[in-house]
T-cell receptor, first 111, second 113 residues
Framework: GEQVEQRPPHLSVREGDSAVIICTYT??????FFWYKQEPGAGLQLLMK?????EINEGQGFTVLLNKKDKQLSLNLTAAHPGDSAVYFC??????????FGLGTRVSVFP | NAGVIQTPRHKVTGKGQEATLWCEPI?????VFWYRQTIVQGLEFLTY????????DSGMPKERFSAQMPNQSHSTLKIQSTQPQDSAVYLC???????????FGSGTRLLVI
């Protein structure tokens, strides 16, 4: 089945700097890609949903890139601020199957 | 819209006891998913219902774990004879369809001692 590798597992970022989280997936037929943010004691908050036909997606304070050739999905946090401190998960979905998640990246933003 | 509601938020059970976890999906959502989250394994898919019917339980441990969705307003995950390795956060999610956005609940943190 689908496997998703996410790196790095931990990321310390100075406030105002950028940071990148990368996920590599195995199934070339994967169709939907997701980034979730999880704050302590909370569920998963959807940051962005990406279709396989869209390579660059911009959100508020972040950019998501999909590289289908290399089967990589990346989340670029731009100008990190304390509210970005959380655990971030990528997830991949192939049609009717459930989501396959990466193991997560714990991001800590320091002043 | 209260979102996906999971109860209880925290549950402590003794080894060998039964634990029942509840999920109330968003009204109108036809798909309900259960995931288990641990530090070591991350987020693992357990099972999925569509229109109350079980569609895929490939992630469910074959023994001791069962899930039901008796009506469109709630689903339960039952763990019989709980073991310490069952300790995890159990997350429920719902969506309007299998390809729609998932909304996750805050989870139930289960501790088996």
């Amino acid at each position: 089945g689908e496997q998703v590798e996410q790196r790095p597992p931990h990321l310390s970022v100075r406030e105002g700097d950028s940071a990148v989280i990368i996920c590599t997936y195995t199934d070339p037929n994967s169709y939907y890609f997701f980034w979730y943010k999880q704050e302590p004691g909370a569920g998963l908050q959807l940051l962005m949903k990406v279709f396989s036909s869209t390579e660059i997606n911009e959100g508020q304070g972040f950019t998501v890139l999909l590289n289908k050739k290399d089967k990589q999905l990346s989340l670029n946090l731009t100008a990190a601020h304390p509210g970005d401190s959380a655990v971030y998960f990528c997830a991949v979905k192939f049609y009717a199957q459930g989501l396959t998640f990466g193991l997560g990246t714990r991001v800590s933003v320091f002043p | 819209n209260a979102g996906v509601i999971q109860t209880p938020r925290h549950k402590v059970t003794g080894k060998g006891q039964e634990a029942t976890l509840w999920c109330e999906p968003i009204s109108g959502h036809s798909a309900v998913f259960w995931y288990r989250q641990t530090i070591v394994q991350g987020l693992e898919f357990l099972t999925y219902f569509r229109n109350q019917a079980p569609i895929d339980d490939s992630g469910m441990p074959k023994e001791r774990f069962s899930a039901q969705m008796p009506n469109q307003s709630h689903s339960t995950l039952k763990i019989q004879s709980t073991q310490p390795q069952d300790s995890a956060v159990y997350l429920c999610a719902s969506s309007q369809g299998q390809n729609s956005d998932y909304t996750f609940g805050s989870g139930t943190r289960l501790l088996v001692i």
